[in-house]
């Protein structure tokens, strides 16, 4: 079965340090991959995706991720960190060529910025 | 263009009643997807609908059931509530079914049961 782990519940990093958030997934076929945040009180936001391409994907916010397939893993990075990049960051995958956009979503990684 | 739109944003019920929970989709799209997040965990799938009708459905027992209107307006209902359905209850709107079509979510429907 589908499954996408992040390994880090928690983390806690400076105002202006770099940030790498881990997301590893398990899949028998090409996956779709997306990083989605949530503020609090806040819905999902699309930080960025891969479908296919440049392993290294650019996003929102000054967000890029890289896909490693022999790694099975889909990591997160921003150079510098901002206090409003606190929030909750999952992982997600989709079936390619599945009926549905049925997302697979990790259990989160909960980003705290110290000042 | 207007987001997708929730309501109500709050709500608690006793056990064994029954809840309705309601959706806007983005305009312009034609696919609405309902997950439920339980409290600290990660959005699970509950179903998707498109034309009306349920084309996908995750792991969720018939009591979770919903309708889609043709405005693309969803309701999700939920009968015999049970206290683990305490959670986050998202609606996402997408312009396509499948293919990993972008979903926009709305800022969710806090459902506690007691």
């Known amino acids: 079965a589908q499954s996408v782990t992040q390994p880090d519940i928690h983390i806690t990093v400076s105002e202006g340090a770099s940030l790498e958030l881990r997301c590893n997934y398990s899949?028998?076929?090409?996956?779709?991959l997306f990083w989605y945040v949530q503020s609090p009180g806040q819905g999902l936001q699309l930080l960025l995706k891969?479908?296919?391409?440049?392993?290294l994907v650019q996003g929102i916010k000054g967000f890029e991720a890289e896909f490693k397939r022999s790694q099975s893993s889909f990591n997160l990075r921003k150079p510098s960190v901002h206090w409003s990049d606190a929030a909750e960051y999952f992982c997600?995958?989709?079936?390619?060529?599945?009926?549905?956009?049925?997302?697979?979503f990790g259990t989160g990684t909960l980003l705290a910025v110290q000042p | 263009e207007t987001g997708v739109t929730q309501s109500p944003t709050h709500l608690i019920k006793t056990r064994g009643q029954q809840v309705t929970l309601r959706c806007s989709s983005q305009?312009?799209?034609?696919?609405v997807s309902w997950y439920q997040q339980a409290l600290g965990q990660g959005p699970q799938f509950i179903f998707q609908?498109?034309?009306?009708?349920?084309?996908g459905r995750g792991n969720f027992p018939p009591r979770f059931s919903g309708l889609q209107f043709p405005n693309y307006s969803s309701e999700l209902n939920v009968n015999a509530l049970e206290l683990d359905d305490s959670a986050l209850y998202l609606c996402?709107?997408?312009?396509?079914?499948?293919?990993?079509?972008?979903?926009?979510f709305g800022e969710g429907s806090r459902l506690t049961v007691l």
């Open positions: 996402a709107s997408s312009l396509v079914t499948s293919g990993g079509g972008e979903l926009f």
């Open positions: 899949y028998g076929a090409t996956p779709y």
């Open positions: 891969y479908f296919s391409g440049d392993t």
């Open positions: 997600a995958v989709v079936l390619y060529g599945g009926a549905t956009n049925k997302l697979i």
């Open positions: 305009s312009g799209h034609n696919t």
């Open positions: 609908y498109y034309r009306e009708e349920e084309n």
